[in-house]
């Protein structure tokens, strides 16, 4: 599986972006899908996923009602709508993707097979 990770850049505090995730070489719709990111001097956290098939939506709670994950599957394409952006969402975006983890993993990066190369979004104040 490769993934394609794009949409990033710089915004004022309160505006908004969409990164997208271009997926290829499986079945998008056999794929769990997330969002990560880190922050500079900082560890890699969750953001939000989709679970395959019951299409549950995931997130972390940090950005819950902020941010909302979706996918196309004619596109293969996932999406992170991010919206009333904070200076502390300013981090490097990764997409990833995994065929079979539990739900208990679905937050855990070490649970993800594939990743995307990253997108930067910078948040000024």
């Known amino acids: 599986v490769q993934l394609q990770a794009s949409g990033g850049g710089s915004v004022q505090a309160g505006g908004s972006l969409r990164l997208s995730c271009a997926a290829s070489?499986?079945?998008?719709?056999?794929?769990?899908k997330a969002w990560f990111r880190q922050a500079p001097g900082k560890e890699r956290e969750f953001v939000a996923a989709?679970?395959?098939?019951?299409?549950?939506?995931y997130y972390a709670d940090s950005v819950k009602g902020r941010f909302t994950i979706s996918g196309d599957s004619v596109k293969n394409t996932l999406y992170l709508q991010m919206d009333s952006l904070k200076p502390e969402d300013t981090a490097v975006y990764y997409c990833?993707?995994?065929?079979?983890?539990?739900?208990?993993?679905?937050?855990?990066?070490?649970?993800?097979?594939?990743w995307g190369q990253g997108t930067l979004v910078t948040v000024s104040s």
């Open positions: 990833a993707a995994d065929e079979a983890l539990i739900t208990s993993s679905i937050s855990l990066g070490s649970a993800y097979d594939y």
């Open positions: 070489g499986r079945a998008y719709r056999l794929l769990n």
């Open positions: 989709i679970r395959r098939g019951s299409g549950y939506l």
